[in-house]
């Protein structure tokens, strides 16, 4: 019951894509059927595989860097209306800049290598992190906040033993939220200057107009995001077993 | 609207093939000229973002004319069985070319070995390079291709991550601009591959099953507009500029001045736009040759309308 | 050990508390009742340094009270538990976070008093309320401040376990006196456990009189001589 | 001060970025230096606020539109555990599409009027939206939901009166990541096949490699998001004024 | 009205409750004390059909209890305020919910009562525990249910609010007699309102004994019997 709903879904969801292609006769070349894609991908499954994994790894580094540097940035924000009001705004703006166009600057700098792969995902996946962090440390029931203050608690253990796991909930809707996002942004950062990854597989079949191709290694880019997401949200529930998931 | 007294006009969506530079101006001049005003059409004018993406909305109806690369064309539709046609090629002679800067150590094409390029996959450019690295005497196995994103080009040659991009020839002053100084090296395709070329007017079948006088009107007007373009380069920045203000009218000029050659090249007697069959079998085979398609899989009838090609 | 003149607390439009008066000496017991609404909490909160007085000063300790000390002990009203704690994690927190190292022991030792026996790795919201109560009776008991601060710690218990805690608290104070300001409802409590009670008028919270409990300890419930001062009580309520 | 703080934050990294672009001699292809940039504005200011509004009203219309159908779609996803299982994955799998690679796709359906602009937008907002949402109204308190529970109260009043208000501070948290994913939705959209907007702009200066063009029209889309936001962070105060933001 | 036969509950290995028979009836006004955890909070929840007993049978008005009903109100043990809704709206919820129309009159006449009056705009955080409680109180009287189950309505409150609201609510059951059954630690509280009296054992909660309560009505706290009941289930408490 439990995967069966899931595949139901999903099969549902390939059945009516399937009929839409017969009954308004759509070009393959638009949107190929689920056989060409099935296709596509069985006469190339080793190297699209591999180029999910390159993919896999450089949303995975980033995401786990965006963890590493957007949760102190939020206890940074929550700590210090100063640190908000000067940092937010511009946190706001960052994440407005489309990362397709900026993503040439950071080929330049960064180099054709993963690290600008892993800087783009950064980008794309700091804000959620950051924001839902913020906000769910923030949002700590004051009789809580009250209890800290009257035992004279450091700033950090008001962070570290009230206010993280109070937010923990909240903190993985921003990290659900840019766990999808992460694998995007690995691709994005491959569109502009790699020979390698699901973005790479994407560009070349965009310039040859082999959408079938396109569609499997993007049906690849779904079924890790997917596995990503419940990764995360299995990691959740070991983790926080108090609130109601 | 018509003026009155004229057969009210009709309306015709065109795609240009990237942007609205002066590659694509023409159609802007054909427009403030009064040419389409003329055989009654109502135009207009979306930019496109390349050749595949043209081709998909001209096939899907979402178009009824676009612009796109003619060897893109072909290749396409060889893989794709996409229900477009060539009505007319824009250029006589493929713009592709291999941009680098002076000083990188690139002047000829036999300094391209060992260098790195960068392009986007699946360009003219990349397709056709061992086509014309065969005609330069080089080995392409030598030459490195590194994969980017268009708008990233001008960019990374500019810092030095890549010796050489795939370019357009007209996107000289471009390059030479954006490289603060520097001169740029061109390395044009049509010097050593002179049959190809470079983009095409394309229509989709239906379209032109079932409307072909509306097609030849369109196409007639369009080329009027070219041949005008060509000739009065300096006429054509400032018309673009009216239309798009983004653009530097004097770059756009420059690249109609650069583009002329292209369209009517001095040994050239046919009309502008012309498309011969004995020049696309030519073409298939240097395709079927280079590897870009499949033997057999393309006959120029299929994807050129010759009978309405400009005669 | 704690000292208000003339303090007040307003907030924004409500008038809570008005020129309270009070001395508590270094191991006194002093009880605070008064109707529901009144102020006794907002009282708490004020020498607890977690408000800060629209009006008057407090001093503990001879020095004034700017923000919350650590040789203060808070019990609030409600059980204010962590979710994500289990008991014993609950009752340890004080000790985590004034680094008061080991007290496993004691913490056992409490909650084995408190009759939480065998709860220890709960999760509060698996216990009832007055259980919850309880856990947080435990962890104030855990430190061992100069001044102790409860806001009706046995409201959710029943007659027993409220009178085998309250007969607790006082063996504690008796062995080791503390100044203690207790927050209750119950008359009978506070005559137990007092040295003096402060009763208090309905809004604004004022001083309406502070009677002295001059018993012997220890005391037990419904000894006679506490049933009259509870009868006074009653009847100081009734009309402040 | 309340303003004066993000001003200061504004200015320290203007500053920084017009010092690395003399210190590190950048190139200004690369990245210009503010004074650039500025005077790149200042040369169509008319036309770029015209494209600015275009981009803005895509944007926003695409992200209400986000807000009334994502809303409902949580509320389904909260009340059915076999919706749940069946469409979330699906939704996970279509937020992790990326959306560059699709928009000609989207035009070739909705044409090159706005709808295909405000569906982009949709694709990119929709999905912060519902997982908020619905993380939100699962996480009401539970003795909230027994005081309903016990008052045998319809479906739609559990939703309505209780969880919806609850989850509220938590939607806006997903809002707020969606505006800013909003516009670059209606970028991504202007890159294919539009002749207005700023991300025609940009995709026209990157052709003609007109950086400063390029960064003008960023800056005109971060002080978009960044308006956006705090309207937004206005509304959640006015709206939820229980919740200590 | 309310029938228990053999009803038992477990929470994953606490064994909250062991074979409860109870019936409660029509007009019946049945307390329930016994120690914390004990299980009086699981019994009402049970009767509400907010949980489904491990074993046994629970029938109200004649048919087996699966969900709850609109002709039962409870009053929760915390007071579960909504926290964006003012006072007055708090109290108006069930009538929202069962659709009861217009009673903004009859909340204004509760609040006032309750000692809230001009508090009816204020948010719940702006109130005391104890008025907390007491919104918590008016909001399970707008109701007109055929039962009530109130779970320790009165514990935060003082003494004379605790007497004033209960002596209000023994008019009431007077005035229109219901099927109560009331949780609460108050001994005292019990036996004034009482019809019988259930004394629940520790945990598991089983019924220790059943003390009827034959004293005429209305009756007054400080009525020599009713102490005289009071000091035999205190005994009974201790024994239990
Ligand atoms: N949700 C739950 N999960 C696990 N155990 C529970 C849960 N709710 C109650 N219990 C357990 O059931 C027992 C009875 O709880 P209940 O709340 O009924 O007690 P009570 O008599 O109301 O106590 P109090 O007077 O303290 O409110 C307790 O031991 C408690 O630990
Ligand atoms: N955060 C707050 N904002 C506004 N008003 C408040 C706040 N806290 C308390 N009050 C008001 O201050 C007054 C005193 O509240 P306090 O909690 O001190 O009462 P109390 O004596 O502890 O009552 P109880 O016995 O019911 O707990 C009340 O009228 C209450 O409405
Ligand atoms: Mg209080
Ligand atoms: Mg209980």
Redesign the pocket.
């Given at each position: 019951m439990r995967t069966a709903l899931p595949v139901l879904g999903l099969l549902a969801i390939i059945g009516l894509w399937w009929l839409a292609t017969i009954v308004f006769g759509i070009e393959p070349l638009l949107v190929p059927s689920p056989a060409d894609v099935v296709a596509s991908f069985l006469e190339l499954p080793g190297y699209l595989l591999e180029q999910a994994l390159i993919t896999l790894w450089e949303a995975v580094s980033g995401f786990g860097l965006s963890i590493v540097i957007g949760v102190p940035l939020a206890l940074l924000i929550v700590g210090s209306r100063v640190l908000e009001r000067m940092f937010y705004p511009l946190l706001v703006a960052l994440n407005a800049v489309p990362k397709v166009a900026i993503a040439p600057i950071v080929v330049v700098w960064f180099g054709f290598g993963i690290s600008s792969k892993v800087l783009m995902v950064v980008l794309v996946c700091i804000f959620p992190i950051v924001i839902s962090t913020a906000s769910g440390m923030k949002s700590t029931p004051s009789e809580l906040v009250e209890l800290f203050r009257s035992l004279d608690a450091t700033r950090t253990h008001e962070f570290f033993k009230l206010r993280l796991w109070h937010a923990l909930p909240q903190i993985f809707v921003g990290l659900k939220v840019s766990i999808t996002l992460a694998v995007i942004g690995a691709v994005i950062g491959e569109f502009v200057g790699a020979d390698a990854g699901l973005g790479y597989v994407i560009t070349v079949s965009g310039g040859s107009a082999d959408t079938s191709l396109a569609f499997a290694a993007m049906a690849l880019l779904a079924i890790i995001s997917v596995a990503l997401f419940y990764g995360l949200t299995w990691v959740e529930r070991k983790l926080v077993p108090w609130a109601e998931v | 609207a018509a003026p009155a007294g004229q057969k009210a006009s009709q309306k015709v969506n065109y795609l240009t093939s990237f942007g609205t530079f002066g590659r694509d101006a023409y159609v802007y001049v054909a427009k403030e000229k009064g040419f389409f005003d003329e055989a009654g059409l109502d135009v207009t004018i979306t930019p496109g973002t390349g050749s595949v993406d043209v081709l998909k909305l001209v096939s899907a109806g979402r178009a009824d004319f676009g612009v796109a690369d003619f060897t893109a064309t072909a290749i396409t539709t060889a893989k794709e069985k996409m229900p477009v046609t060539v009505l007319a090629a824009i250029q006589q002679r493929s713009l592709a070319a291999i941009v680098a800067l002076e000083g990188n150590g690139i002047s000829k094409p036999a300094d391209l070995e060992g260098k790195k390029i960068g392009d986007q996959p699946g360009s003219t450019n990349q397709v056709m390079f061992p086509v014309y690295a065969k005609a330069a005497g080089i080995d392409p196995a030598k030459v490195q291709f590194v994969p980017s994103a268009p708008p990233a080009l001008p960019q990374l040659l500019a810092a030095g991550q890549v010796d050489g991009i795939g370019q357009f020839v007209v996107g000289k002053p471009l390059i030479e601009a954006a490289a603060k100084g520097k001169k740029a090296v061109v390395l044009p395709y049509g010097d050593l591959v002179p049959d190809l070329y470079g983009n095409a007017l394309v229509s989709s079948k239906d379209f032109v099953q079932n409307k072909p006088e509306l097609a030849r009107t369109f196409m007639t007007a369009l080329l009027k507009g070219l041949e005008y373009s060509i000739e009065h380069p300096d006429e054509v920045g400032p018309i673009l500029k009216k239309y798009q203000p983004t653009q530097d009218a004097d770059v756009a000029s420059a690249e109609v001045g650069l583009m002329a050659p292209y369209v009517k090249p001095s040994d050239y007697s046919g009309r502008v736009g012309g498309v011969t069959e004995a020049r696309v079998s030519k073409i298939v085979g240097t395709l079927v040759e280079a590897g870009a398609i499949p033997a057999g899989s393309l006959a120029p009838t299929d994807f050129v309308s010759f009978g309405s090609s400009p005669k | 050990m704690i000292t208000l003149s003339g303090v007040s607390h307003s907030f924004g439009g409500v008038h809570a508390l008005d020129g309270i008066d009070l001395e508590v000496g270094e191991h006194e017991f002093v009880a605070v009742i008064g109707r529901s609404g009144c102020g006794k909490s907002t009282l708490l909160r004020l020498v607890a340094g977690l408000l800060t007085p629209s009006r008057g000063r407090i001093l503990v300790a001879g020095s004034p009270v700017t923000r919350p000390r650590r040789d203060v002990s808070v019990m609030f009203q409600r059980p204010a538990l962590l979710p994500w704690r289990t008991v014993l994690a609950n009752v340890l927190l004080p000790t985590e976070i004034l680094g008061l190292g080991d007290h496993r022991d004691r913490a056992h030792e409490l909650l084995e008093l408190a009759g939480l026996g065998g709860?220890e790795k709960?999760l509060p919201?698996?216990?009832?309320?007055?259980?919850q109560q309880r856990v947080s009776l435990c962890r104030s008991l855990i430190q061992s401040p100069q001044v102790m601060l409860m806001d009706e710690p046995f409201s959710?218990l029943?007659a027993i376990t409220r009178t085998e805690l309250s007969e607790e608290l006082q063996r504690v104070q008796l062995a080791r006196p503390r100044a203690v300001v207790f927050v209750t409802h119950s008359i009978d409590e506070a005559v137990l456990l007092a040295d003096r009670i402060v009763v208090l008028s309905p809004r604004p919270g004022r001083i309406h009189r502070v009677v002295e409990v001059d018993l012997p300890r220890p005391r037990a419930l419904g000894q006679v001589e506490l049933d009259e001062v509870s009868r006074e009580l009653r009847g100081l309520l009734v009309t402040a």
């Open positions: - | - | 709860f709960r919201h698996e216990l009832s309320g007055g259980m959710a029943d």
